[in-house]
């Protein structure tokens, strides 16, 4: 469902206190260890995490790759993804402050492309699909967890949101569109969150991947 949103949500705000919210951090781990067990990354790629906002996902996959670069489009999120590179010294990972919308671009290529609950703040995914077809090795893959469709409610706040989730028919048929084959999605999480009279609700996240033909 597209959200007509005019607003951009300002992550540098965020930013410094992003990883002190448990569920994010919780998030990330499960993204990660779903990817690995379905892409299985090996020490000879070089790998692309966009969107990485404070790098949780990042530095996750950072042992299991020869290099991983973070790009995003907040500069909050990035000194943050830095200042946590050069804290553990690690030598096969950099940053990029791109934004898309901006029709900046990331450089370099790539054997894998992740990227963890961004493309509901993207108008057109369609666009970005083709953007990191370009940006793949043939044979490289391509991995997208972000939320199933809900009613809005996830984020309360939904500045910068464009999609209240995806049905993943139409997320695998943008794959597939886009020149992607061994399309397969999976749940990589479930998200509880507090709901109407004490309630709690429940909001499945998940991962499709894809191979560049």
Known sequence: MLMKNDRKKDFDKEAAAWDKEPRRVKLAHDVADTLMRAIKPTPVMDALDYGCGTGLVTLCLQPHVRTITGADSSQGMITVLQ?????????NVRAQLVDFELGERVTGTFHLIVSSMTLHHVCDPAVLFEEFHALLHPGGYLCIADLDAEDGSFHGDNTGVFHF?????????????????????????????PGDKNSERQFAVFLITGKRR
């Open 83 to 91: 200042e946590k590179v050069k804290k553990q010294s690690l030598k």
């Open 165 to 193: 989730g995806f049905d993943r028919a139409h997320v695998k048929a943008l794959f597939k569109k886009t020149g992607f084959s061994e399309i397969e999605d999976t749940t990589a999480a479930v998200i509880a969150k």
